[in-house]
T-cell receptor, first 110, second 112 residues
Framework: DGGITQSPKYLFRKEGQNVTLSCEQN?????MYWYRQDPGQGLRLIYY???????QKGDIAEGYSVSREKKESFPLTVTSAQKNPTAFYLC?????????FGPGTRLTVL | GQSLEQPSEVTAVEGAIVQINCTYQ??????LSWYQQHDGGAPTFLSY????GLEETGRFSSFLSRSDSYGYLLLQELQMKDSASYFC?????????????FGAGTQVVVTP
């Protein structure tokens, strides 16, 4: 089955620690995206990539970093510079008009 | 800049019809999409309008008026499982291909 996987589903981290969220897709999509969602809010774009070895900042990139070494993979690192990282993180891929989302990772900073 | 407006919440009874409006302001526009998200879940694609008019997919329909910068999602024959958040999203010609700007979402509450 084709789809997008994210791991882990729940993640706890101490303040000051970096953490990496995984996102893998086997849909053969060129474009991939990372969003942050806070309770009762919409989706805010963190980073996106339209091709391997290239990525662009979204609206709220500060405190985050990404890499795109393979078409299938687009990991997101939440660094200690992100002041309020507790949120629901969603990864998506696209074939143009439609974005397909992974199940999300809920990150809690203790 | 870009902005999208949609109501924060709509409540309706089973079997009713609900219309969720979305108005947008963008520097360029190529299409309006709608996504559904159940509590704690991932958004899933519902519909897409690039041209003016109505698109129908089962109980759900979506409408777009480019001249009015306005669209809506129509949910018919509401079922309890339709209780979810619904997001409109615009794709912009001045922005990167496939990138979307999402609205804040409308929570639809279906009551028995």
């Amino acid at each position: 089955d084709g789809g997008i996987t994210q791991s882990p589903k729940y993640l706890f981290r101490k303040e000051g620690q970096n953490v990496t969220l995984s996102c893998e897709q086997n849909l053969n999509h060129d474009a991939m995206y990372w969003y942050r969602q806070d309770p009762g809010q919409g989706l805010r774009l963190i980073y996106y990539s339209q091709i391997v070895n290239d990525f662009q900042k979204g609206d709220i990139a500060e405190g985050y970093s990404v890499s795109r070494e393979k078409k299938e993979s687009f990991p997101l690192t939440v660094t200690s510079a992100q002041k309020n990282p507790t949120a629901f993180y969603l990864c998506a891929s696209s074939n143009g008009d439609t974005q397909y989302f992974g199940p999300g990772t809920r990150l809690t900073v203790l | 800049g870009q902005s999208l407006e949609q109501p924060s919440e709509v409540t309706a009874v089973e079997g009713a019809i609900v219309q969720i409006n979305c108005t947008y302001q963008t520097s360029g526009f190529y299409g309006l999409s709608w996504y559904q998200q159940h509590d704690g879940g991932a958004p899933t694609f519902l519909s897409y309008n690039a041209l003016d008019g109505l698109e129908e997919t089962g109980r759900f329909s979506s409408f777009l008026s480019r001249s009015d910068s306005y669209g809506y999602l129509l949910l018919q024959e509401l079922q309890m499982k339709d209780s979810a958040s619904y997001f409109c999203a615009v794709g912009m010609t001045t922005d990167s291909w496939g990138k979307l700007q999402f609205g804040a979402g409308t929570q639809v509450v279906v009551t028995p």
